[in-house]
């Protein structure tokens, strides 16, 4: 089992910079592809970005690409998501979550086995 905890949400302008951080406990997340997602008010979870703890491949969905970054702190067993540029559109509750997915579904919920239980980001306009 792992257990996955959400910090670094809040509240932030348009144009203004975010940090999240998900540590895990109860295992570790070698071996496994960390991703976050991302829930607005009445639609669907939404992929983010992924990236494999050992390394390898990272995938950022397109409307975050190039203003969002995903990073590994492997001495302090946690992943971080660097989100830069922040629109109003990007307001959410950003879920971290974990698993083995291939790549053709490393951008699918159901791929990961493991969630956090979510942190709010909201950007004013």
């Known amino acids: 089992q792992m257990q996955l905890v959400e910090t670094g949400g809040g509240f932030v302008e348009t144009g203004g910079s975010l940090r999240l951080s998900c540590t895990a406990s109860?295992?570790?997340?070698?071996?496994?592809?960390v991703a976050w997602f991302r829930q607005a008010a009445g639609k669907e979870r939404e992929f983010v970005a992924s990236?494999?703890?050992?390394?390898?491949?990272?995938y950022y969905a397109d409307s975050v690409k190039d203003r969002f970054s995903i990073s590994k702190d492997r001495a302090n067993s946690a992943a971080h998501l660097q989100m830069n540029s922040l629109r109003p559109e990007d307001t959410a509750v950003y879920y971290c979550?974990?698993?083995?997915?291939?790549?053709?579904?490393?951008?699918?919920?159901?791929?990961?086995?493991?969630w956090g239980q979510g942190i709010q980001v909201t950007v004013s306009s």
């Open positions: 990236s494999r703890w050992s390394g390898g491949s990272t």
């Open positions: 109860g295992n570790t997340f070698g071996g496994y592809t």
């Open positions: 979550a974990v698993g083995r997915p291939i790549t053709s579904t490393t951008r699918t919920p159901s791929a990961y086995y493991y």
